[in-house]
């Protein structure tokens, strides 16, 4: 049994239950493979908690993932014993503390402390909470003294702590980039998110979207590179129970995402596949600029994951999409297609602004595992697309070894295809060697990739 259960509502609460979720959460997370938004989003809908502290639920939560290993790195200093092998509820409900002490100016250094105490003399007495307490109050007496990795003795390793990533891609990164620019991305990637919104043309435009929040005072912004694109900076706004949402007349997309689209330029009555398109937002956009005609086939190993298709399908008025419950690299059609659109599973390093807890769940291995799959993915899609057909291969990585090697090998492998450049259908400040690549840190958006291959033969 999960220790923190033993609270319910007739518990005296000294503490704010919105910082006790979060230890919740957190728990949850390093005992389970969940991504973090599913278990934030789950907890969301059961807490009984005001605007405002759903907020600081989900400020914390996201902010100890993102910070995870520069916090580990300042508690192991400072705690008695080795802090690896401290309970999983205690570790957490000090990471919960520390993060605010470093990270969030408007909460009260004592308030921070006081309700981890609180937290855990409830729920594991008060030798665990003196514990918390002294360790806590001990770093917040000494935050201009806190001593980090020797930059010297190992670069990748300081900054994967300053910065709170992975040493083995900051590793990779700086080999690749270069130390400046692999800062610049690990900053960007530490930036708290917007939500990245996109206008169905279909049913309204950007300006009516955007007067809308406008009137009602939310944050925002227009997008300087995609018309129907919008960013939300509130987080008290839950997009999905909004009217715009329900209306069909908005959807959550990146910019990025949406450069991949217009990548695939489909035309109106076309035969369209988009394989792994669940949960369906290439999917959705390729019909808005079908025009709602023809026919996109939405391909997706995990049919539980398709009933987000149809459903999205149904909320924006779109008629041309139809699933089906199928393996990318085995899908057949007769006949072959116009358009195929492999979006790959990938290792999804362009994303971690938004979903920070990617960063720890990946190794290097797990991207060579990945190439098998995306080569067998596109290896498929070639036996989809008619001759004069296109492929698009995307994904929401900035790893070469998922994207333009991937590319490589296959015009090695299929010199009836050949790459039809990126610049041909993108403003060049998307595109690097004829493919569309976008960076965090250069953009401001996702990292995505996309190549635009025609079969000649």
Known sequence: MDNVTILNENTPKKFSMARFAAVKILNRYERSDSYIDKLLAFQLGREHLSQVDKALLTEIVNGVVRWRAKLDWVLTGFYFGEF??????????????????????????????????????HLQGEKAAGMVNAVLRNIARNLSNIRYPNIADDESFYYSIIHSHPKWLVKKWIEEFGVEETIKLMEANNEKPYTPLRVNTLKATSAEVLEIFTTKEVPHAHSKYLDSSILLYSPNINVAQSELFKLGKITIQDTAASLVCQLVNPKKEQTVIDLCSAPGGKTFYLSELMENTGKIISVDKYEAKLKLVDDGALRLGLTNIKTFYYDAREYK????????????????????????????KKEQEDIRKLNIMQKEIIENAAKLVKV??????????????ENSEIIEWFLENHSNFELDKAENYLSEEFCLNGYLQTFPQKHGIDGAFGARLIRKS
């Open 84 to 121: 690896h092998k401290c309970m999983n509820l205690v570790k957490n409900a000090m990471r919960v503390g520390l993060y605010q002490i470093l990270f969030l100016d408007k909460v009260p250094v004592p308030a921070a402390i006081n309700e981890a105490v609180e937290m855990i003399k």
């Open 333 to 360: 059609l007769e006949g072959g297609a116009d358009i195929v659109l492999c979006d790959v599973p990938c290792s999804g390093t362009g994303t971690f602004s938004k979903k920070p807890d990617i960063k720890w």
């Open 388 to 401: 004069g057909g296109v492929i698009v291969y995307s994904t929401c990585s900035i790893e070469k070894e």
